[in-house]
């Protein structure tokens, strides 16, 4: 049985898929059948836009490149949305077929991770199916409205399941899992070194902040950290971005533990918790290059709130110790939580300001209200009225609500605008490293 495994476009090509990677290491683990997986999305972007990947072998300068790559990708993206709603092909349809129907596959399986994905994937799984193409489709990105004819599975144990009962080999007992990116052409991705996604744990320990959902309220768990090491030397890895939600401690000294001596410089996001500061320097060691600070704000009643867990006392602490070992500091912001004052607003800002020495790059965004976050379930405790859904095509509803005090999304996002010179002049790495955060870790300076 011939498996193949789907990475659709389109998203930022410039890292390797790490789902389907691990899908793919977890299948060839599990069953003894002929597996591979393609990166379409790499591909596209890659045919596409094929000047610029010229320009990049050429040597020209990598981050005004992406800055330029960026702005011609976020230009021609609406046109694939355009025309999968109306229900043309998009550009590019045919191409990515023949890349497809190339590889003989019995299964495909795709996975969704970005909502951007639907938009290929309609017509593709349609396309797939009318060859009598067996298709599976999972992944945390909204499905219900892409879903034709593939059968949705929530989990590895399913695509297992399914793949035995269709005829593949079971082994009796599962190999060890070691993620292989060999199947993809490193030409491919828009970056400047590999940099390879890993991801240690499901979910996050700490799964409380109210306006989140990357942990999808899934069970925290660690996986066992023997495949980190392997994964490494199998894949010649020289630097990593560990995609986990948030590391606690002890993972953090075990992940340094194994990176030690084997020149990795590697990129994580923390909750700027006090304890770090006794284990940084061991992680700067180790290569720790950058971390992506969860700050949000730097109003008290405000990380309160939303139950942060943090105070700007600790966080400026953090920072500066971080600073001063020569780990680059980028700070995820969120302005306009709920209830969030003008005057709270410019909290945040007069700390960005006082802490500028300490800080490399900052991330700022506006809140929105999402499915599945704490604030969403108890609309009464955050002063949120009226939820109601406004319908899209093919992405999921878009949340619409009301307030009963502090400032709206609108007028934080006017505020944010007010204050983005401001902010820019904090940043000492190029700002378009905010599109794509692991490529902080390409950015080199005397300091590193
Ligand atoms: S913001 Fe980060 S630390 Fe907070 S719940 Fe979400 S993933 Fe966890």
């Not at 072998?57 to 021609?76: A, C, G, I, P, V």
């Not at 035995?164 to 190999?175: I, L, R």
């Not at 949000?296 to 405000?302: A, D, L, P, V």
Request: proline content about 4%; aromatic content about 10%.
């Amino acid at each position: 049985m011939k498996i193949l495994l789907l990475n659709l476009p389109v998203h930022t090509p410039t890292v390797m898929p790490y789902s389907l990677t691990m899908m793919k290491s977890v299948l060839k683990a599990s069953i003894n059948e002929d597996i591979s997986a393609l990166d379409l999305n790499a591909k596209y972007h890659h045919h596409f836009f094929n000047d610029l990947y010229k320009r990049l072998e050429e040597k020209e300068d990598y981050f005004s490149l992406l800055n330029e790559f960026m702005k011609k990708t976020r230009n021609h993206y609406p046109q694939i949305s355009k025309s999968a709603i109306t229900g043309e092909k998009p550009e590019g349809h045919d191409f990515l077929m023949n890349k497809i129907l190339e590889s003989k596959p019995d299964v495909v399986a795709i996975s969704i991770v970005y909502n951007s994905q639907a938009f290929f994937a309609k017509g593709i799984i349609d396309n797939l199916t009318k060859n009598g193409i067996k298709v599976v489709i999972g992944g945390p990105a909204y499905l219900e409205k892409i879903k034709t004819n593939a059968i949705k599975l929530d989990n590895y144990s399913q695509l297992i399941s399914y793949l035995v009962e269709n005829g593949a080999d079971e082994k009796k007992e599962m190999d060890e899992v070691i993620l292989d990116f060999n199947d993809y052409n490193k030409n491919h991705y828009f970056t400047k070194d590999i940099i390879y996604p890993i991801r240690t744990s499901s979910s996050c320990p700490y799964k409380k902040c109210a306006f989140c959902t990357h942990h999808g309220n899934i069970k925290y768990e660690e996986y066992d950290l023997s495949y980190l090491k392997k994964t490494i030397q199998k894949n010649n890895i020289k630097k990593i971005c560990f995609i986990d939600d948030d590391l606690t401690n002890p993972r953090l000294e075990k992940i340094s533990n194994i990176l030690m001596n084997l020149e990795v410089k590697w990129w994580c996001q923390l909750r700027p918790l006090p304890q770090i500061m006794k284990i940084l320097p061991k992680l700067k060691k180790s290569g720790l290059h950058s971390v992506a600070w969860g700050i949000e704000s730097g109003n008290q009643r405000i990380l309160d709130y939303m139950k942060k867990g943090t105070n700007t006392d600790d966080i400026k602490k953090v920072i500066t110790k971080s600073s001063e070992l020569g780990i680059k500091n980028t700070v995820y912001i969120m302005f306009g939580f709920l209830s969030e004052t003008e005057s709270e607003f410019i909290d945040t800002i007069k700390f960005l300001e006082e802490n500028s020495n300490y800080i490399d790059l900052i991330s700022p965004a506006v809140f929105g209200l999402q499915d599945g976050s704490p604030a969403y379930s108890s609309p009464n405790e955050y002063g949120i009225k009226n939820i109601h859904l406004e319908k899209r095509t093919l992405l999921g509803d878009k949340i619409e609500y009301d307030i009963s005090k502090g400032l709206d999304q609108k007028q934080a996002s006017k505020l944010k605008k007010k204050y983005n010179g401001t902010m820019y002049k904090i940043n000492k790495v190029p700002k378009i490293i905010n599109s794509c955060k692991e490529q902080i870790l390409n950015y080199d300076s005397l300091n590193i």
